[in-house]
């Protein structure tokens, strides 16, 4: 089974720019999460899709926004990028969300300069 | 909101002796506790869960203990290698939230 797939590995963006980045979930798994992995602030959560909805949303400003596709991909974009919003972009799937086991892809590295 | 605290941050051990992380949550309403082994380039990877119905879990040379009255969680490694040299990260739910709270890390190596 192939497991969670993000695109780009890599992206370089000028602040004040906008990003898209890409998740491809593990086949049949319906809930995606995305978390943001910093040296300083560690792992902390964007927000969580299942069915196309949001059921939950991290502390981050509104810059911040994610979208499901009805066969579970998702995106998340980040609007007017700031020299904070470097870091590495985590997305994770898994069966139904809420204590099922979450599976990470390798991540989107973001710098923005 | 939850927190969880992760101790230690680095830890190193000789090829072959055990290995120990611990963690504690705030939120006595957590049910579900996962650890992640991440490794240089790569995303966090699942090794082990418990559940707050159950104590203790082992997978091989792997296991993790739960003690939910006192709120802390313990990542057991014996017969360590060098390649089991990697970040692990505890972690804990926010019951109904959808969301995993993490500890900020354990850098572990194994010295051969």
């Known amino acids: 089974k192939a497991g969670v797939t993000q695109t780009p590995r890599y992206l370089i963006k000028t602040r004040g720019q906008q990003v898209t980045l890409s998740c491809s979930p593990i086949s049949g798994h319906r809930s995606v999460s995305w978390y943001q992995q910093t040296p300083g602030q560690g792992l902390q959560f964007l927000f969580e899709?299942?069915?196309?909805?949001?059921?939950n949303k991290g502390n981050f400003p509104g810059r911040f926004s994610g979208r499901q596709f009805s066969n579970s991909r998702s995106e998340m974009n980040v609007s007017t990028l700031e020299l904070g919003d470097s870091a590495l972009y985590l997305c994770?799937?898994?069966?139904?969300?809420?204590?099922?086991?979450?599976?990470f892809g390798n991540g989107t590295r973001l710098t923005v300069t | 909101g939850e927190n969880v605290e992760q101790h230690p941050s680095t830890l190193s051990v000789q090829e072959g002796d055990s290995a120990v992380i611990k963690c504690t949550y705030s939120d006595s309403a957590s049910n579900y506790f996962p650890w992640y082994k991440q490794e240089l380039g790569k995303g966090p990877q699942l090794i082990i869960d418990?559940?707050?119905?159950?104590g203790e879990k082992k997978d091989q040379r792997i296991a993790v203990t739960l003690n939910k009255t006192a709120k802390h969680f313990s990542l057991h490694i014996t017969e360590t290698q060098p390649e089991d040299s990697a970040v692990y990260f505890c972690?804990?739910?926010?019951?109904?939230?959808?969301?995993?709270?993490f500890g900020k890390g354990t850098k572990l190596s194994v010295i051969p």
């Open positions: 899709y299942f069915s196309e909805t949001q059921r």
């Open positions: 418990i559940r707050s119905n159950v």
């Open positions: 994770a799937s898994s069966f139904a969300g809420d204590n099922s086991p979450l599976h």
């Open positions: 972690a804990a739910n926010r019951a109904g939230s959808y969301q995993l709270t």
